[in-house]
């Protein structure tokens, strides 16, 4: 049973510590600073939770119940080994509630950069609205915003196409030809997902061939040896998946062979498994088509292939990922990576910039939530010192 945090201290110069993003990893730090009587206010463009609720209508955690619930408030066993995604949304809206978390919905935050008197952090809201603060926590998220790539002919398609964001089911897809573009955990749900719902026919476009898990075997989730094995060297770890490949199906005959670069070396990267929820089944029996990457898009409502084949969809679904879009934040600041990543995450601030904190912005294979609760208590710890 979660209880109410402390009542908050003022923070030096009565400046409160601005928590940018009231998703999971914002939320979750607004709460581990204010249980150490740290004045946390969470600034939230939407409303909490607000990015969950976006997701399509199938959608449940890869991770379970147990690992996936924030510091100071257990999941219900309602919602069962796997939430769903509007049981996520209720979650996060109860641990705000519970905790008398302080958010202002509505604000956008566009830039934030040094104070006038160099001793915390300005940020500049939608309506001219400008906040000063301790310290800042980014918390935007690593799904941030949608990414199209930029394929020749895009601009002038005349075919029904569509980022993945925009996905909710696959009704309006019923008896139609369907080509998913990207073979991500968003794509291969949503190529199985195009299936149950009848569409006459899907295929799925893949560029780099991805390592697919069970996401959970004889009753082991597959988060659990991620857990586990966190730690242990890089190849090591994909020495060892290499063999617990060889349990599943080989379907290399329908266009998905064994990928030659290792699982754990690939998550560093960015790329996470995919955990099938269907894609193998649909795969073996031929109800998902694997083809070649997108390369362009012509006159017809056609699409071309890397392998040169043409092909006319009656829609596409581009599971393209998204990007962090944090460029206009913290850009300026000199903070982030040739990918535009945060030089630093969760409790080291970036040398030059003390009292920045950013939080949400890796692909751990050991859970995001699970991290996002680690993340959030030592940026809290962090936070403390700095006050001292």
């Not at 979660?2 to 409160?16: K, L, Q």
């Not at 075997?217 to 060892?240: C, E, F, H, K, N």
């Amino acid at each position: 049973m979660a209880t109410t945090s402390a009542a908050p201290a003022a923070n030096p110069a009565d400046r409160p510590v601005y928590v940018v993003g009231g998703g999971p990893g914002g939320l979750a730090v607004a709460h581990a600073l204010r249980a150490r009587g740290i004045r946390a206010v969470v600034v939230e463009k939407a409303e909490v939770g607000a990015s969950w609720s976006r997701h399509y209508d199938r959608l449940r955690l890869h991770t379970t119940r147990r690992t996936s619930a924030l510091p100071g408030l257990k999941m219900p066993r309602r919602f069962g080994r796997w939430a769903k995604r509007d049981d996520v949304v209720r979650y996060l809206e109860k641990y705000a509630e519970v905790h008398e978390l302080e958010i202002i919905t509505g604000v956008e935050v566009s830039r934030i950069e040094r104070s006038a008197d160099g001793t915390g952090w300005l940020l500049h809201g939608t309506g001219g609205r400008e906040l000063t603060g301790a310290a800042v926590v980014v918390a935007t998220g690593y799904n941030h915003t949608p990414h199209l790539p930029d394929w020749p002919g895009r601009e002038t398609y005349d075919g029904d196409l569509a980022h993945a964001a925009a996905y909710r089911d696959g009704t309006p897809y019923a008896g139609r030809d369907v080509l998913v573009v990207g073979v991500g955990n968003t794509g291969a749900e949503i190529a199985v997902d195009l299936v149950e719902h009848g569409a006459s026919r899907v295929r799925l476009a893949v560029r780099t061939v991805p390592h697919i898990v069970r996401r959970s075997t004889a009753g082991w989730p597959a988060q659990y040896s991620g857990i586990l094995v966190r730690r242990l060297p890089v190849g090591l770890v994909d020495r060892i998946c290499r063999v617990m490949a060889l349990t599943l199906p080989d379907l290399s005959a329908q266009g998905l062979p064994r990928p030659d670069s290792g699982l754990y070396t690939r998550a560093r990267e960015g790329a996470i498994p995919v955990q099938d929820v269907g894609l193998i089944d649909g795969v073996r029996k031929g109800r998902i088509e694997v083809v070649a990457a997108v390369d362009a898009f012509e006159e017809g409502g056609k699409v071309l292939l890397a392998d040169g084949t043409r092909i006319s969809p009656d829609a596409v679904v581009a599971a393209t990922g998204y990007v962090r879009a944090l460029e206009p934040l913290v850009g300026h600041l000199g903070v982030l990576d040739e990918r535009g990543l945060p030089l630093a995450h969760g409790p080291q601030s970036p040398a030059n910039a003390p009292g920045l904190y950013f939080t949400g912005f890796t692909t751990p294979i050991s859970g995001t939530l699970r991290e996002l609760g680690i993340d959030a208590e030592r940026i809290a710890k962090a936070v403390r010192r700095q006050f001292r």
